[in-house]
């Protein structure tokens, strides 16, 4: 299964590595084509697969033969598509087709040594026998070529690089950045359970709700600005809107004081919960706060009900 970058995880990619790649350049216009055309991934997507599978072959005693067991492992791994919120599972052919576009970046991030004779050539052609009866290669062929060719017009040519033994950095600083958006994506929502001991809806529609706010574009963003300080693990009164927010959309039946109590937060936390102006304790929450209670009003009335837990208030 493939686990979808986030819009920011892109934005990083595209932005702060991506574009200052020139052979990159020439792939990005054809294959936002394929995306917009074929529900493919994203250049980013594809180019980052890329770079990851170069560097596996370049660690492969034979790499030529690794090439058949690479594109079985693609082809499995893009069967399903994972994001924050849904889980696609795909066709065979979907799933071929996205290999492909991944392949033939890798194939021509082998293309591009400096050498006179090509170390890579049994590799390239490998990968060569393995793409060109796909019907998807050729497009990509030409259009990338075109692209190629429109920025050597421009005076933009495309530098020697070798790939296999390229860094990691950028890589590495989003897988970083993702476990850190996670633990703390975890964490928050194990308080929210934790607090929200009586529902006005059902567990498996609070779950739900809590995560269809979580993915809400740049909020986890917001969730890791410590923005006044104070609470390490996350950004504490943009999170207890979020409770008040809760509270008021009648998410819960439970009194402030038993939220307070079920967070932990110590004192002080029913000021930021309780109230209708509380928009006015965090910059995020005014950012965030039209869409968040748009999701809760959303999940109350058409969630499925069930009898609430007892109210210990």
């Not at 493939?2 to 590595?17: G, H, P, V």
């Not at 200052?20 to 917009?36: E, G, P």
């Not at 739900?208 to 300080?229: A, N, P």
Request: glycine letters at 4%; hydrophobic letters at 30%.
């Amino acid at each position: 299964m493939y686990r979808r970058l986030t819009k920011e995880e892109r934005d990083d990619l595209r932005n702060k590595c991506y574009y200052s790649d020139k052979l990159f350049i020439t792939y990005v216009d054809v294959l936002n084509d394929i995306q917009h055309m074929h529900n493919e991934l994203s250049p980013e997507e594809i180019w980052n697969e890329a770079r990851m599978y170069v560097r596996q072959l370049g660690k492969a005693k034979r790499p030529d033969k690794e090439v058949g067991s690479i594109y079985n492992e693609m082809v499995q791994k893009y069967m399903e598509f994972e994001d924050e919120t849904v889980h696609q599972k795909r066709s065979v052919a979907e799933s071929e087709q996205t290999a492909t576009c991944v392949l033939m970046c890798v194939l021509s991030m082998l293309c591009t040594t400096e050498t006179d004779v090509n170390p890579y050539h049994k590799i390239c052609g490998a990968i060569g026998k393995k793409v060109r009866s796909h019907p998807i290669t050729r497009e990509i062929y030409e259009k990338q070529r075109q692209a190629e060719q429109e920025e050597e017009d421009d005076g933009e040519i495309i530098p020697f690089k070798d790939y296999m033994h390229e860094e990691e950095a950028v890589e590495m600083e989003m897988i970083e950045k993702r476990e850190r958006r996670e633990k703390i994506r975890k964490c928050a929502k194990e308080k929210l359970v934790k607090a929200f001991t009586s529902l006005n809806i059902s567990h498996e529609d609070f779950s739900t709700l809590i995560d269809k706010i979580f993915s809400i574009d740049g909020f986890m963003e917001s969730m890791e600005d410590l923005e006044f300080g104070g609470f390490q693990e996350f950004n504490r009164t943009f999170f207890c809107n979020l409770v008040g927010a809760l509270k008021r959309g009648g998410i819960t039946s439970l009194s402030y004081e038993k939220l307070d109590e079920g967070l932990d937060f110590g004192v002080m936390v029913k000021s930021y919960i309780n109230g209708a102006d509380a928009s006015k304790n965090s910059k995020h929450w005014k950012l965030h706060r039209s869409e968040i209670e748009g999701i809760i009003v959303k999940y109350k009335n058409n969630a499925s009900k069930h009898r609430p837990d007892t109210d210990l208030c």
